[in-house]
């Protein structure tokens, strides 16, 4: 038996193993679910082994554990490579979204409905079945493989930058591939080279010492909320352009050849908007909607309160006014960089009579751009082309993979997103689900991948 026969002779089993798998509410961001997340990584621990993967232990970091594994009996003059994913997931509130509990997984229209099933536990699974396939019908892997899974990604992965460097030896790899992403469609594979990073923060203005009866203080002392709305005001224009001195300075702009990359992706603006139900687009000018998508920074405020939120009317003079901000970066940006520009933009405009504090929140990753010429995402290319039968798609996401950087940084390699869930799988919203296709089309790709890197 070859390795694509055993796939499909254990498609059913593998199927319930990740019901299973989903079945675990290995919750990031809630302390009530820390055991959880443990339980998951413990229930990878045993899949791992069970699929002949040997040197399988959980490791602790500061915060969620991480899961680690390797095989690398391939010999010296094969190449090393780290496959990376993550167990831990999305909270799934509201759950009265949900069509069916997030936590009791369902297979229905050839999908698995529940929180993680694409984000990413299916993703994180098949190259671990990829791994047993061929392992149980040839005794051995193509190369030598290492794997390197977390805990605590939807949380922007806050304690992995130590353990990455405390473990640089380990994770050691000539590539770099990560199971979290995504392909284009079932019948359209794609080739993400970009991601963007983050950095976020929440901006608080004071002004009296409590709340004031707006006739009897109004006109004599600053309104928090006015405030507010004027600093925010500064900080982009209605042209779309972010106003904060040297926000743009360390940006790698888009070449011809991104743009002409980013144009052969099909894109119907009319078809965006209906289903965005807006009236239009927005968004810097000089660059087209799916470059400002991909390849331009973003400030976007994503909370903004004060005062009374009541019914009715409260003639109310705030003490304070709040905001959260978060900013998309790309190459060359850094966070650290950034939030300091945004809290010198922040407190050079703070209205007289007010005071104003800049906290910098939780969630911050640095861009992450391929190189021209990368030879691990060739392979992929080569791999997904056979699979397809069709060219990949280059493209770039608007989103995050932190642990992306922060490997780079360690290990000088640069990671190819090899992964196979779907965009319009509702990852982090109500009714997430995963193509049971796309599961198996990524477990066969996963097996040419390592043949072609041996």
């Keep these: 038996m070859n390795w694509s026969d055993y796939l499909d002779a254990h498609q059913q089993r593998f199927v319930d193993e990740l019901v299973d798998f989903v079945r675990i509410p290995s919750v990031s961001a809630l302390a009530a679910h820390i055991p959880d997340v443990v339980t998951a990584g413990n229930w990878v621990v045993d899949r791992m082994r069970a699929a002949g993967i040997e040197n399988v232990?959980?490791?602790?970091?500061?915060?969620?554990?991480?899961?680690?594994?390797?095989?690398?009996?391939?010999?010296?003059?094969?190449?090393?490579?780290?496959?990376?994913?993550?167990?831990d997931v999305?909270?799934?509130?509201?759950?009265?979204?949900?069509?069916?509990?997030?936590?009791?997984?369902?297979?229905?229209?050839?999908?698995?409905?529940?929180?993680?099933?694409?984000?990413?536990?299916?993703?994180?699974?098949?190259?671990?079945l990829a791994a047993e396939a061929m392992l149980k019908t040839s005794g051995r892997l193509p190369v030598n493989v290492k794997f390197f899974f977390e805990g605590?990604?939807?949380?922007?992965?806050?304690?992995?930058?130590?353990?990455?460097?405390?473990?640089?030896?380990?994770?050691?790899?000539?590539?770099?591939?990560?199971?979290?992403?995504?392909?284009?469609?079932?019948?359209?594979?794609?080739?993400?080279?970009?991601?963007?990073?983050?950095?976020?923060?929440?901006?608080?203005?004071?002004?009296?010492?409590?709340?004031?009866?707006?006739?009897?203080?109004?006109?004599?002392?600053?309104?928090?909320?006015?405030?507010?709305?004027?600093?925010i005001a500064s900080m982009k224009g209605l042209d779309g352009k972010i106003n904060v001195a040297g926000f743009y300075d360390d940006v790698i702009d888009l070449?011809?050849?991104?743009?002409?990359?980013?144009?052969?992706?099909?894109?119907?603006?009319a078809a965006y908007i209906a289903d965005l139900g807006v009236p239009d687009v927005f968004g810097e000018e000089g660059y087209t909607t799916r470059e400002r998508l991909w390849g331009r920074p973003t400030?976007?405020?994503?909370?903004?309160?004060?005062?009374?939120?009541?019914?009715?009317?409260?003639?109310?003079?705030?003490?304070?006014?709040?905001?959260?901000?978060?900013?998309?970066?790309v190459a060359n940006q850094r966070p650290d960089q950034i939030f300091a520009l945004l809290k010198a933009h922040i407190e050079a405009h703070c209205p007289k009579g007010l005071t104003v504090k800049v906290e910098r929140l939780p969630g911050s990753a640095d861009p992450f751009l391929l190189p021209h010429g990368h030879n691990a995402s060739a392979a992929a290319a080569e791999v997904l082309t056979e699979v397809y039968g069709r060219a990949p798609y280059i493209t770039r996401t608007g989103g995050?993979?932190?642990?992306?950087?922060?490997?780079?940084?360690?290990?000088?390699?640069?990671?190819?997103?090899?992964?196979?869930?779907?965009?319009?799988?509702?990852?982090?919203?109500?009714?997430?689900?995963?193509?049971?296709?796309?599961?198996?089309?990524?477990?066969?790709?996963?097996?040419?991948?390592?043949?072609?890197?041996?």
């Design 57 to 87: 232990r959980m490791m602790p970091t500061e915060g969620h554990p991480v899961v680690y594994g390797d095989w690398l009996h391939a010999g010296a003059d094969k190449p090393t490579i780290l496959i990376y994913g993550h167990f």
């Design 90 to 128: 999305q909270p799934a509130e509201p759950f009265d979204l949900w069509d069916t509990p997030p936590f009791d997984p369902q297979v229905r229209d050839g999908r698995v409905y529940g929180r993680g099933a694409s984000d990413d536990k299916g993703g994180m699974l098949i190259p671990i």
């Design 152 to 231: 605590q990604e939807e949380i922007g992965s806050p304690h992995l930058p130590p353990f990455i460097k405390a473990n640089g030896a380990l994770l050691k790899a000539d590539m770099i591939f990560s199971a979290d992403g995504s392909q284009w469609a079932e019948d359209q594979p794609n080739l993400i080279t970009g991601l963007k990073g983050l950095v976020a923060a929440e901006v608080t203005v004071t002004g009296a010492k409590g709340d004031q009866h707006s006739g009897q203080q109004g006109g004599g002392i600053a309104n928090p909320i006015h405030g507010l709305s004027h600093i």
């Design 255 to 269: 070449t011809v050849e991104d743009r002409a990359a980013i144009a052969r992706v099909p894109f119907d603006e």
């Design 299 to 329: 400030f976007e405020l994503n909370g903004i309160w004060g005062g009374w939120q009541g019914g009715g009317i409260k003639t109310v003079l705030p003490a304070q006014a709040f905001a959260k901000i978060t900013c998309r970066l």
């Design 400 to 454: 995050s993979i932190p642990v992306m950087t922060m490997l780079l940084q360690e290990t000088g390699i640069h990671a190819t997103v090899f992964a196979f869930g779907m965009n319009d799988e509702n990852l982090h919203a109500p009714n997430e689900f995963f193509r049971l296709s796309n599961f198996r089309t990524g477990q066969t790709a996963y097996c040419k991948l390592l043949e072609r890197l041996g």
